[in-house]
């Protein structure tokens, strides 16, 4: 079974705060991805990856950095955080190159900036 | 532009029932993915549609591929309290590593 985790369920943060949000998968999959999703929005993606320490912006990067220095590893950094940044995360993953590659996601991590 | 609506955006009905969710695109996709979410939780994989007029069972839910790869369909049959939650499509988009996700179907089944 595929296994993509998330370091946190719930996060309380002040406005301000640098954040960290972690995602952890466990079947070698190339491609990362960080979305944020908010009713009435659906899912937005902030970031992706394709690969170790290569990244492209999605479509809300904004406000958002990220990391990935391990293959199974992919951080979202919100710099400074805003009370606009309070949100459900989702981290997922999936395989790259050819044919079908499904995403998975992570439980999600619900982040509350007051 | 590549994108997903799903039809109806809400639907509340009896246990026992039966239903239908639409996910429909003027874009061909490669694949079609469907997903349920609870609240509070990230979205589950149900299944994969890849070929064209595909259908696949999943116990009482059934999928279907259009036969151009446009749309898709899952059928729930004899609703369960326990199919309660969002249902969304989302698909490749076509050339880059991105995925397109529907707009999603909130079902709610009273017990």
């Known amino acids: 079974d595929v296994k993509v985790t998330q370091s946190s369920r719930y996060l309380v943060k002040r406005t301000g705060e640098k954040v960290f949000l972690e995602c952890v998968q466990d079947?070698?999959?190339?491609?990362m991805f960080w979305y944020r999703q908010d009713p009435g929005l659906g899912l937005r993606l902030i970031y992706f990856?394709?690969?170790?320490?290569?990244?492209e912006k999605g479509d809300i990067p904004e406000g958002y950095s990220v990391s990935r220095e391990k293959k199974e590893r992919f951080s979202l950094i919100l710099e400074s955080a805003s009370t606009n940044q309070t949100s459900m995360y989702l981290c997922?993953?999936?395989?790259?190159?050819?044919?079908?590659?499904?995403?998975?996601f992570g439980p999600g991590t619900r982040l509350t900036v007051t | 532009t590549q994108l997903l609506e799903q039809s109806p955006q809400f639907l509340s009905i009896q246990e026992g029932e039966n239903l239908t969710v639409y996910c429909n695109s003027s874009?061909?996709?490669?694949?079609l993915q469907w997903y349920r979410q609870e609240p509070g939780e990230g979205p589950v994989l149900l299944v994969t549609?890849?070929?064209?007029?595909e259908v696949k069972k999943l116990k009482r839910l059934t999928f279907q591929f259009g036969d151009a790869r446009k749309d898709s369909s899952l059928h729930i049959t004899a609703a369960q309290p326990g199919d309660t939650g969002l249902y969304l499509c989302?698909?490749?988009?076509?050339?880059?590593?991105?995925?397109?996700f529907g707009t999603g179907t909130r079902l709610k089944v009273l017990a």
């Open positions: 989302a698909g490749p988009h076509s050339g880059t590593y991105k995925y397109i």
């Open positions: 079947m070698d999959h190339e491609n």
């Open positions: 549609v890849v070929t064209g007029g």
């Open positions: 997922a993953s999936s395989l790259s190159g050819q044919g079908i590659y499904e995403q998975y």
């Open positions: 990856s394709y690969d170790v320490k290569m990244k």
């Open positions: 874009s061909v996709f490669s694949s």
